[in-house]
Nanobody, 116 residues
Framework: QVQLVESGGGLVQAGGSLRLSCVAS????????MGWYRQAPGEQRELVAS???????NYADSVKGRFTISRDNAKNTVYLQMSSLKPEDRAVYYC??????????WGQGTQVTVSS
């Protein structure tokens, strides 16, 4: 079992910044992928960014150049630095971890609201 706890969401004005954090605990393998999805009201959940345990990253086109994903393997923590936030970034952001033969685990979600 794996538990994920997110923090860092909140309300910010357009153009502002927020940093999300997600700490994983439990059965964490050395090789995994961690990342963030988001879900806006009435929309499907979409991948925002992911990072492998070796540091390879992947971003949604809508956040490239504005968001940066990073991780601290020693702390089993993944971060999402969000800058130049737009009202359309408003969503619940979910942290996840994917491990071979162990499946996916999700956090409880953290709300990000961007005011125009």
């Amino acid at each position: 079992q794996v538990q994920l706890v997110e923090s860092g969401g909140g309300l910010v004005q357009a153009g502002g910044s927020l940093r999300l954090s997600c700490v994983a605990s439990g059965s964490i393998f050395s090789r995994n992928v961690m990342g963030w999805y988001r879900q806006a009201p009435g929309e499907q959940r979409e991948l925002v960014a992911s990072i492998t345990s070796s540091g390879s990253t992947n971003y949604a086109d809508s956040v490239k150049g504005r968001f940066t994903i990073s991780r601290d393997n020693a702390k089993n923590t993944v971060y999402l630095q969000m800058s130049s936030l737009k009202p359309e970034d408003r969503a619940v952001y979910y942290c996840y971890i994917r491990q071979a033969l162990a499946g996916d685990y999700w956090g409880q979600g953290t709300q990000v609201t961007v005011s125009s």
